[in-house]
């Protein structure tokens, strides 16, 4: 029972670093580049409850996952930022369908797999310490939902350059250990029980 507790205790003292992180958007490589933040969103499981004379019981729901926010560098041509900006007109249709359509020849008649969807795969990979990779984040099924905007103004003193700020939502994430196909949460959850 002594050497029980060291079993218990995190293998690693090493603490999680808020710089050491890539972030890789198949279909905005250009965004991707110049990522400056980005995070892991929350994730909420709903309950239900179940009425009874006394008490409310509660069972499991679905989950749910927060938005996926990216701020990211716009470079002086513009062309990261109208990558999310085209992305967001042409699922939206603003204008007319031929923004749509023209959107749907290029999807269909790109040369790779990736291109020819509307969504998105994302990679978060989160490095140590040592800014070795550590694991990956997975999002699938991404789309942007609304890009910020970029504010001109000649009274600004000093120079700051413009970062947008992109919203995605996805359908699900996974962690993953690299170089493996489990996922974390999974060795996690075996090992606590």
């Known amino acids: 029972m002594s050497a029980k507790w060291y079993d218990e ?10 710089i050491g992180f890539k972030f890789i958007l198949e279909k905005a490589p250009k965004v991707s580049y110049l990522c400056q933040s980005v995070s892991i969103p929350e994730i909420n499981l709903g309950d ?3 009425p009874s004379p006394f008490l409310q019981y509660p069972i499991e729901g679905n989950i749910t996952y927060g938005s996926l926010n990216l701020t990211f560098l716009v470079d002086e041509d513009m062309t990261n930022y109208l990558q999310m900006h085209n992305w967001i007109r042409a699922l939206g249709v603003p204008h007319d369908y031929t923004e749509r359509s023209r959107f749907e020849d290029a999807v269909r008649y790109s040369g790779s797999d990736a291109d020819r969807n509307i ?8 490095l ?18 609304s890009l910020s905007t970029l504010d001109f103004d000649a009274t600004v003193s000093e120079t700051e350059f413009f970062k947008a700020n992109v919203t995605l939502v996805y359908s699900y994430y996974e962690i993953r250990k690299l170089n ?14």
């Open 9 to 18: 205790q995190v293998k690693n003292n090493n603490y999680l670093s808020p």
């Open 48 to 50: 239900v409850k179940i």
């Open 119 to 126: 969504f998105s795969d994302g990679t978060l990979t989160v």
């Open 128 to 145: 140590t310490n040592s800014m070795n990779s550590n694991f990956d984040v997975q999002f699938v099924d991404l789309i942007p939902t």
């Open 180 to 193: 493996t196909s489990y996922r974390l949460a999974d060795s996690v959850w075996y090992n606590d029980m």
